[in-house]
């Protein structure tokens, strides 16, 4: 599951700047819907794109921390069945996760109109410490 997680990861991050955005404004028109339908905010046809404008970066970079929070559950949890604990395994699982964010963002240099960030290094290592955070305290509480 590591792997395949890393996959799309990485395939996310090939896509070009502009397929990039869409897939992004596209997910924040979903959200933007979703909360109207609990919490209505007058969005009418005209100014939905405006909702859609304000909110995209902070969609954008709710995915990277989403994206690594599960990196950091499914990392924690590959090197917990491989036998390690406590302070280890949360070091070893940031460590990897980390190299990953870094690696991911260098790949993205060579991408059409992306480029890397050291922002969103630090954006995918908190989401992935979140991850191998609750990976931790469900390992924690299940042997307390």
Not at 8 to 26: D, E, T, V, W
Request: glycine share 10%; hydrophobic share 45%; with cysteine.
């Amino acid at each position: 599951m590591v792997i395949l997680w890393m996959a799309l990861i990485f395939y996310m991050s090939a896509q070009p700047a502009g397929i990039s955005n869409g897939m992004s404004k596209g997910a924040t028109k979903v959200i933007i819907q979703a909360i109207n339908s609990v919490y209505p905010l007058d969005i009418e046809t005209n100014t939905l794109q405006d909702y859609i404008n304000r909110f995209n970066h902070n969609v954008r970079k709710l995915g990277h921390i989403t994206e690594y929070l599960i990196l950091g559950l499914l990392v924690a949890n590959a090197f917990s069945k491989s036998g390690k604990k406590g302070f280890r395994l949360i070091l070893y699982s940031l460590i990897f996760c980390a190299a990953y964010a870094v690696s991911d963002e260098l790949h993205q240099y060579f991408v059409p109109g992306r480029g890397p960030g050291v922002p969103d290094v630090l954006l995918d290592s908190l989401g992935a410490l979140f991850g191998i955070g609750m990976k931790y305290k469900a390992i924690r509480k299940v042997h307390l």
